[in-house]
């Protein structure tokens, strides 16, 4: 499978954030078990936190690379906010950005999807950079009934106890939302949990977009989940399970025992909606 390649084959693709912590050596940490699990040509997506206690040049080759490291080729990640180091995201950008080469927001063709992601750590004007191009990206997909997948770190619904730390992301969950777009990945809450689909304000609606948060991938599972208004809650390391097909897509929370606490499908909302351009 080429990656990133407009083909029209489902890609199968497995995501997580908070990945890597090696408080021993990298071959017995929890983000060794969960690479185990991602299977040969899959897509990688990761929702920051790559890296523990931060993700700087020395743990990224230390931690990450003899773990998740494998599969950098087929990767596409957002940085958390232990990406940063310093305030900086660069040495994230060096390891991940062959893609978004010095911007930690993108948009890629993932077989017949569109990626969006962003950046969930920024605030003032580089906030309202990124909310731009998110707009411009947005009308410039309009109408081409295309799928559309985003990903960013911090996320604006959860039942954890930082559920009001993805709050600046609101603008970029309406503008996706009034897209069509159709599912957006989460990490930040050490924990997986998902919502029914929620229109441009956050309310539930059958026919809005769904949220998907799996903070699972390695990182120590220390958050909890402290009010109500999840569809599924586990805190188990594991990977969500994505098969992204040209008109629906198929989801799956499958953890290290080999259960899956978690499974749903549906279709994309843009699908088939194409519009003809002057």
């Excluded at 580089?126 to 411009?136: C, G, P």
């Amino acid at each position: 499978m080429s990656i990133g390649a407009a083909i029209l084959t489902a890609v199968l693709a497995y995501a997580a954030g908070d990945v890597a912590e090696c408080k021993s050596t990298p071959q017995k940490s929890a983000a060794a078990k969960t690479a185990k699990m991602i299977p040969p040509g899959a897509v990688v997506f990761v929702v920051g936190d790559t890296t523990y206690p931060v993700a700087d040049r020395a743990t990224l080759q230390s931690c990450y690379t003899p773990t998740w490291g494998q599969f950098l080729s087929r990767t596409y990640a957002v940085p958390g906010n232990h990406d940063y180091v310093a305030g900086s995201a660069q040495d994230f950008l060096d390891y991940f950005g062959a893609r978004t080469p010095q911007k930690t927001w993108f948009r890629a063709k993932v077989g017949d999807w569109w990626v969006i992601g962003l950046d969930s750590n920024l605030s003032g004007a580089a906030l309202d950079e990124q909310q731009s191009w998110l707009d411009e990206q947005l009308q410039a997909i309009e109408g081409d009934g295309q799928c559309v997948l985003a990903m960013w770190h911090h996320p604006v619904f959860s039942t954890g106890l930082h559920r009001k730390d993805g709050g600046r992301m609101r603008p970029a969950w309406a503008a996706l939302e009034r897209a069509g777009a159709d599912l957006v990945l989460n990490g930040h809450e050490h924990f997986y949990e998902t919502f029914g689909p929620k229109d441009a304000l956050g309310k539930a609606d059958s026919t809005g977009m769904r949220e998907i948060i799996a903070g699972t991938g390695g990182a120590h599972l220390f958050d909890l989940s402290v009010v109500r208004g999840a569809k599924s809650y586990a805190r188990r390391h594991g990977l969500l399970e994505l098969q992204l097909e040209k008109d629906h897509y198929d989801y799956a929370f499958r953890t290290l025992d080999g259960r899956v606490r978690d499974s749903g499908s549906a279709q994309c909302r843009r699908a088939g909606v194409m519009t003809a351009r002057p």
